[in-house]
């Protein structure tokens, strides 16, 4: 009995060894289960309360960086819409050239929208191709090659009916080219994607005449015809 007693009144302090960096055990009698943090291996959210913490901007900043921040977006602003209003973009056409494109669409038998002439001016007289704007569109070739075959064979003769029907009796040119009288050379051929019409003279009136006739056409045309 004795040894029992003593053996329960022995109540020694007893410190279970925790890897180097953790806390401390120790048991006692009062305290079964104590927890002590060495202030060498104490955890980094011991270090300091979260209110020591210091804010990433004060007070006296935040207006400074909302200032800041307000110039770029308006810098950003200007940038992209001057860069709009730069970007190009497609004129309406005007109404003289709507009005032409109506009286073309009932004399030549290809579609505006998908195929341009071409009105280039030579020292002899100039060249005039009409071409389909997708070399594979076949239909719109086959239609621009029978018109300009017919045209070219009035043209010989001094017929300019159908270009007075799309752009006036008082297009610039028109009259000479009327009086020709054989004193022109038209050369008619296929192209891969349109045809081709050459006009030749050894007259500078009809050079001028055909110049001032090829000018009206891009400028009437708009967008369907270039030089």
Same mark, same amino acid.
């Given at each position: 009995m004795a040894m029992a007693? +003593?053996?329960c009144s022995y109540s020694p302090t007893r410190v279970l060894p925790l890897p180097l960096g953790r806390p401390t055990l120790a048991e006692t009698g009062s305290q079964p289960y104590s927890i002590a943090y060495p202030k060498s291996n104490a955890p980094p959210w011991c270090a300091r309360s979260r209110?020591?913490?210091?804010?990433l901007l004060n007070r006296r900043e935040r207006p400074q960086v909302r200032r800041a921040l307000l110039l770029v977006v308006a810098v950003a602003a200007v940038t992209l819409s001057s860069g709009c209003a730069? +970007?190009?973009?497609?004129?309406?056409p005007s109404d003289r050239e709507a009005e032409v494109a109506e009286r073309g669409a009932s004399v030549m038998p290809f579609d505006l929208e998908r195929t341009t002439h071409q009105f280039t001016k030579t020292?002899?007289?100039g060249v005039q191709t009409v071409i389909a704007d997708d070399p594979q569109d076949t239909?719109?070739?086959t239609l621009i090659?029978?018109?300009?075959t017919a045209e070219v064979d009035r043209f010989r003769r001094g017929d300019f009916t159908d270009p007075a029907r799309i752009h006036?009796?008082?297009?610039?040119?028109?009259e000479t080219l009327r009086a020709h009288?054989?004193?022109?050379?038209?050369?008619?051929e296929n192209t891969r994607d349109g045809a081709r019409a050459t006009y030749i003279t050894t007259g500078t009136e009809l050079r001028n005449a055909l110049h001032a006739w090829f000018d009206a056409q891009v400028s009437d045309h708009g967008p369907h015809a270039t030089r």
């Open positions: 007693a +003593a053996c209110s020591s913490r210091r804010p730069d +970007a190009p973009s497609t004129p309406a020292d002899t007289g239909a719109q070739i090659q029978q018109h300009l006036g009796n008082e297009m610039p040119g028109l009288g054989g004193q022109i050379t038209i050369d008619y």
